[in-house]
T-cell receptor, first 113, second 118 residues
Framework: NAGVTQTPKFQVLKTGQSMTLQCAQDMNHEYMSWYRQDPGMGLRLIHYSVGAGITDQGEVPNGYNVSRSTTEDFPLRLLSAAPSQTSVYFC????????????FGPGTRLLVL | AQKITQTQPGMFVQEKEAVTLDCTYDTSDPSYGLFWYKQPSSGEMIFLIYQGSYDQQNATEGRYSLNFQKARKSANLVISASQLGDSAMYFC???????????????FGAGTRLAVHP
């Protein structure tokens, strides 16, 4: 199993550009989510999904869109990048309600100029 | 509101010694879970240990143990016999009550940076 994979590992954008961060998992997990990590802080939830076709907002959703067309994939779209979105982005998955662990991808480091 | 507090921004420990990383939490939900993650300089988040609020015994995983004191709302991570490879950022996290659709989000503390000296 590859676990949770993310691409790209690193990206530089100019203000106003859009892009999609890719996330995939091969563990057949129902629950997937996106977090961002800013310097000196823990992770904060952006969006999450409890199954294909079902998504909802987390703590810091503004400026991001998600979709979940398959169980495996959960892409995160930045609509119009802003310097405040410079961060490290983690995708995560877990088997479902009450899971005793959350599997994280390796992260995508995003710099918005 | 649920909250996680890690009061130690940085900690030093000598190789082969034990170290305790502090974590306190605040929740009114009787059912919750507590996690510890390690983040080395390479950036990935590595799951270490889990403690459920109804678990009677403290969780242990190899050299990691969780000192769970429910009445004090603390969930300290104890690393025994520290190794140079333990140098990393450590995050305490709590599984919050259910959001829409049954999803449990994790709330993270700010982290503690551990340095292991030879």
């Amino acid at each position: 199993n590859a676990g949770v994979t993310q691409t790209p590992k690193f990206q530089v954008l100019k203000t106003g550009q859009s892009m999609t961060l890719q996330c995939a998992q091969d563990m057949n997990h129902e629950y997937m989510s996106w977090y961002r990590q800013d310097p000196g802080m823990g992770l904060r939830l952006i969006h999450y999904s409890v199954g294909a076709g079902i998504t909802d907002q987390g703590e810091v959703p503004n400026g991001y869109n998600v979709s979940r067309s398959t169980t495996e994939d959960f892409p995160l779209r930045l609509l119009s990048a802003a310097p405040s979105q410079t961060s490290v982005y983690f995708c995560a998955s877990n088997p479902g309600q009450g899971a005793k662990t959350q599997y994280f991808g390796p992260g995508t480091r995003l710099l918005v100029l | 509101a649920q909250k996680i507090t890690q009061t130690q921004p940085g900690m030093f420990v000598q190789e082969k010694e034990a170290v305790t990383l502090d974590c306190t939490y605040d929740t009114s939900d009787p059912s919750y879970g507590l996690f510890w993650y390690k983040q080395p300089s390479s950036g990935e988040m590595i799951f270490l240990i889990y403690q459920g609020s109804y678990d009677q015994q403290n969780a242990t995983e190899g050299r990691y143990s969780l000192n769970f004191q429910k009445a004090r709302k603390s969930a300290n991570l104890v690393i025994s016999a520290s190794q140079l490879g333990d140098s990393a950022m450590y995050f305490c996290a709590m599984r919050e009550a259910y959001l829409s659709g049954g999803y449990n989000k994790l709330i993270f503390g700010a982290g503690t940076r551990l340095a292991v000296h030879p």
